[in-house]
T-cell receptor, first 115, second 109 residues
């Protein structure tokens, strides 16, 4: 099946700094990618839909100025957590849909810890 | 809005059968998905139902009733490696997924 990668796999940063997470579709093109956040022992929460060449669509309650999404090419979407705080510490996962309606390829996730 | 409910935790014995239920109320419906997720890893796809009825795939089966907004995942011949979280998710018209709260299954000897 198709592969989605994320980089970095984990990151530790100081409070107030910004962190960029990359999501790449390695062997297919993705005009749409999705960003999820998962707190410990909780399920995945959809944060936003990343659209190639246009603005991302954010879910209710997600601050678009804090979580900047850029989908500059058909294989890369980036999520930047600006001015990170300890409450932003979480597991961030991206996914990209395949050609079939039931296909959704998940990246391995990025563990963010903000000190 | 979207509302998807699952039991938070379940425990079952190795070799047994366990059924994990999921009820949903969503504004769109493109199918019901089940994923398995081990701690610290991405979800892996288990099953997809878009029509009513039972889909069987080896030890795992999934059932859907659209009129009742209800699905279940059935795991047979449980193995220790089946200890994981099981996520019910609904696909919407935008091709994205809304996940339920997830069910942490613990398989005991």
């Amino acid at each position: 099946g198709a592969v989605v990668s994320q980089h970095p796999s984990w990151v530790i940063c100081k409070s107030g700094t910004s962190v960029k997470i990359e999501c790449r579709s390695l062997d297919f093109q993705a005009t749409t990618m999705f960003w999820y956040r998962q707190f410990p022992k909780q399920s995945l929460m959809l944060m936003a839909t990343s659209n190639e060449g246009s603005k991302a669509t954010y879910e209710q309650g997600v601050e678009k100025d804090k979580f900047l999404i850029n989908h500059a090419s058909l294989t890369l979407s980036t999520l930047t957590v600006t001015s990170a705080h300890p409450e932003d510490s979480s597991f961030y996962i991206c996914s990209a849909p395949g050609t079939s309606i039931n296909e959704q390829f998940f990246g391995p996730g990025t563990r963010l810890t903000v000190l | 809005g979207q509302n998807i409910d699952q039991p938070t935790e379940m425990t079952a014995t190795e070799g047994a059968i366990v059924q994990i239920n999921c009820t949903y109320q969503t504004s769109g419906f493109n199918g019901l998905f089940w994923y398995q997720q081990h701690a610290g890893e991405a979800p892996t796809f288990l099953s997809y139902n878009v029509l009513d009825g039972l889909e069987e795939k080896g030890r795992f089966s999934s059932f859907l009733s659209r009129s009742k907004g209800y699905s279940y995942l059935l795991l047979k011949e449980l193995q220790m490696k089946d200890s994981a979280s099981y996520l019910c998710a609904v696909g919407t018209g935008a091709n994205n997924l809304f996940f339920g709260t997830g069910t942490r299954l613990t398989v005991i000897p």
